[in-house]
């Protein structure tokens, strides 16, 4: 069964730096496009960033201060997360997909505090 | 930016009971390009539908997806102890958003 497992949430503060992680399973991971959705405490979902064959794609939110990349040697997604702000705090998913969303790990938090 | 705008807010419902969720776009889009996920509290979201009416394998057909114009519907038929949950459209177009959410709770 297909299985994400993100890593490298943690506790920062304003202005700091963070590299998620996130390892697939069970997939050809080379194949697909994979996906980055965040949510805010108690909050709805927002699309992030996307890596594709045809590119990468990011929110307006983050443009300019995340980067989105992958191993496919390792079966690896990353996010580059810089200049960090408050409103960045939020359970990060890694998805499966470039259109619909087929399968989500469970998620890595961030917060960003002083 | 497309936006997508859910309701109800919270939908009060008791098993067996069939729930009729809302969807609706900002502007006219392409059908092929709507979502619909579920989310219990805890876990990661799970995609029930896709291209507006299609279901990946293993959701049960009492999820169904359909489209009339700006509004998209989800329709659970007959509500199971398990459906009580948050509920979310994702549009996954030339923008991707997602709407706010509905949740579906026991009346």
């Known amino acids: 069964e297909v299985q994400l497992l993100e890593s490298g949430g943690d506790l920062v503060q304003p202005g700091g730096s963070l590299r998620l992680s996130c390892a697939a399973f069970e997939f050809m991971f080379s194949d697909y496009a994979m996906t980055w959705v965040r949510q805010a405490p108690g909050k709805g979902l927002e699309w992030v960033s996307t890596i594709a064959a045809i590119g990468t794609f990011y929110a307006d939110s983050v443009k300019g201060r995340f980067s989105i990349s992958r191993d496919n040697s390792r079966n690896t997604v990353y996010l580059q997360m810089n200049s960090l702000r408050a409103e960045d705090t939020a359970l990060y998913y890694c998805?499966?997909?470039?259109?619909?969303?087929?399968?989500w790990g469970q998620g890595t938090l961030v917060t960003v505090s002083s | 930016e497309i936006v997508l705008t859910q309701s109800p807010d919270t939908l009060s419902l008791s098993p067996g009971e069939r729930a009729i969720l809302s969807c609706r776009t900002s502007?006219?889009?392409?059908?092929?390009?709507l979502a619909w996920y579920q989310q219990k509290p805890g876990q990661a979201p799970r995609l029930l539908i896709y291209?507006?009416?299609n279901r990946p394998t293993g959701i049960p057909d009492r999820f169904s997806g359909s489209v009339s114009g700006t509004e998209f519907t989800l329709t659970i038929s007959n509500l199971e102890p398990e459906d009580f949950a948050v509920y979310f459209c994702h549009f996954y177009g030339t923008s991707r958003t997602f709407g706010q959410g509905t949740k579906v709770d026991v009346k």
């Open positions: 291209g507006s009416s």
């Open positions: 998805v499966k997909g470039l259109h619909y969303l087929d399968y």
């Open positions: 502007q006219s889009v392409w059908r092929r390009y």
